[in-house]
């Protein structure tokens, strides 16, 4: 049965400038070919005044409750072993769209609360896969100089809405072996 309600898809995407997608201005000119995310681009709408912070902790912690980050206490980056991140009591546009009766999910990098309380399935998505903080944390666990300095790798993680937290971590090594195969020819 078809619905009324409209899908929903939020592409947040760290490091990217904005005329860097063809439907932008970019694409080709800019050196690479964008034609797949433009035609996704031209079925939606657009959105072409959202700056709120330089950095991407306030950024996303705007975005998901609707206030400037200083007043849910993300104001800066969350570093990693530190608490920080959108506070339990905080509403978010999860939330608000789960109550509505749509299916959430995040996929990717979440950088707003990693502890018991603050992941995304605390905050309204049914389900999330991806890391906890930054992608400086994500390195692949292959890099010998990295491994040799004793260096954590940041752990991908999955989750659902009521499963206990902390959520499953999964290695980097998890990653289907076609994505690891594809990855070492680069």
Same mark, same amino acid.
């Given at each position: 049965m078809p619905s009324d309600k409209p899908n929903i898809l939020f592409f947040h995407v760290d490091n990217l400038g904005m005329g860097e997608l063809g439907c932008y201005g970019g694409g080709i000119l800019r050196g690479a070919d964008t034609k797949r995310t433009d035609k996704? @681009?031209?079925? =939606?709408? #657009?959105? /072409?005044?959202?700056v709120v912070e330089p950095q991407c902790t306030p950024t996303r912690s705007a975005l998901m409750t609707g206030r400037y980050p200083i007043r849910s206490g993300n104001h800066t980056i969350a570093l990693g072993g530190n608490a920080g991140g959108i506070v339990r009591w905080e509403k978010t546009i999860a939330e608000i769209l789960s @109550?509505? =009766?749509? @299916? /959430?999910?995040?996929? =990717? #990098?979440w950088h707003i609360g990693a502890e018991d309380g603050r992941w995304p399935t605390d905050h309204g998505f049914d389900e999330w896969y991806g890391i906890p903080r930054t992608t400086d944390e994500a390195l692949w666990p292959g890099d010998a100089a990295a491994r040799a300095a004793g260096v954590p790798f940041e752990q991908i993680m999955e989750g659902r809405k009521g499963e206990k937290s902390p959520i499953t971590f999964r290695s980097a090594m998890a990653i289907p072996t076609c994505t690891r195969a594809a990855r070492a020819k680069v």
């Open positions: 996704f @681009a031209s079925e =939606g709408v #657009k959105l /072409t005044h959202y @109550a509505a =009766g749509y @299916a /959430t999910s995040c996929l =990717g #990098k």
